[in-house]
């Protein structure tokens, strides 16, 4: 009697269960970030959460995205007080990441204590806040896109450039190549690379923002290009040669160095036609450094 008491029981207990809704039944699904995202050509605008603070970046994917392999990446920083939108513009690096097949992150600084963004590049400077603000990124970006990992690149003007010299000097293991416009080289001589790695740079000899010379804590830039040379293991004289205004130096050794120097040229993206302070220059510097980072891979 017991028996068919409990056999009953245990049959009103089912029927009640199967009356549930699953959500009731089940526990609940948890999200987990996929290694794929929806490949759709253009800009889009992004947030990351790295060591409890909300980071922003924009991602440039070119049509190609859709229908070729691995992608190579630029990461292209901003200068001090402005911003990704601002340096996807000055650069023009979107359309000619849509010619060449690749994609475009345009990170955004915090802001400084008065209110500027800005990249941390001094040793005096929370740097590691920034480096790892680009570790995350570049682990985000290769979980949801198809990138090339042994082709990733940095580039960045002023401020922006100084944070492409850093990673050059942090974090050698992840960019193929890096490329600097005007950069603000702080603590330069305290790098110690974890490999040769491939360095462009642009400068003015008429830059009174970060001068050609050097002032205070910033290097001379010639002085700069001859210490990464040397980190390079490449020889102490470069080959020169002369274009009018423009006169380009390469060192040459386990990684190439080459420096732009643009005569009478000032604080500026050279190449840039968009009206103004930031004012256009006698050579295309976006075309010349994409094919100088098509060149180079990671070993």
């Known amino acids: 009697m017991q028996g068919r008491q409990l056999s009953v029981l245990l049959l009103i207990i089912v029927l009640l269960l199967s009356c549930l809704p699953a959500a009731a039944r089940e526990p609940p699904l948890t999200a987990v970030a996929t290694s794929a995202a929806p490949l759709w050509p253009g800009t889009t605008v992004h947030t990351l959460q790295v060591n409890g ?3 922003a970046y924009r991602l440039h994917l070119p049509p190609a995205a859709r229908r070729s ?16 939108g601002r340096q996807e ?3 023009g690096f979107s359309p000619l990441a849509d010619r060449h097949g690749f994609a475009v992150v345009y990170p955004q600084a ?6 500027h963004p800005h990249w941390n590049t001094r040793r005096s400077e929370d740097q590691q806040a920034d480096l790892d603000f680009v570790r995350a990124l570049l682990a985000e ?49 305290d790098y110690r ?38 980190h390079n293991h490449c020889g102490p004289v470069p080959a020169t040669v002369q274009q ?3 006169r380009v130096e390469r060192w040459s050794g386990a990684a190439e160095v080459i420096l732009y120097t643009l005569e009478g040229h000032g604080h500026a993206w050279p190449g840039m036609t968009r009206p103004g302070a930031i ?9 010349r450094i994409w094919a100088f980072f098509a060149r180079h891979r990671l070993p």
């Open 53 to 55: 603070v909300e980071r």
């Open 244 to 246: 009018g205004a423009i």
């Open 89 to 91: 513009t000055i650069s």
């Open 141 to 189: 970006l290769q979980l949801r896109y198809p990138i090339d990992r042994q082709r990733i690149y940095a580039t960045g003007l002023s401020n922006g450039g100084g944070m492409a010299n850093l990673l050059a000097g942090e974090m050698a293991d992840s960019f193929a190549a890096v490329a600097t416009v005007a950069g603000a080289y702080y603590d330069f001589a």
């Open 69 to 84: 392999g691995p992608l190579p990446l630029v990461l292209n920083f901003h200068g001090l007080g402005s911003s990704a």
């Open 193 to 230: 690379p974890a490999r040769p790695i491939p360095i462009l740079a642009f400068h003015g000899s008429a830059d009174r923002i970060v001068p050609y010379a050097g002032r205070g804590q910033l290097p001379a830039i010639r002085r700069w290009a001859a210490l990464w040379a040397q």
């Open 279 to 287: 004012a256009a220059g006698p050579v295309d510097a976006s075309a």
């Open 110 to 115: 915090l802001p400084n204590q008065r209110g």
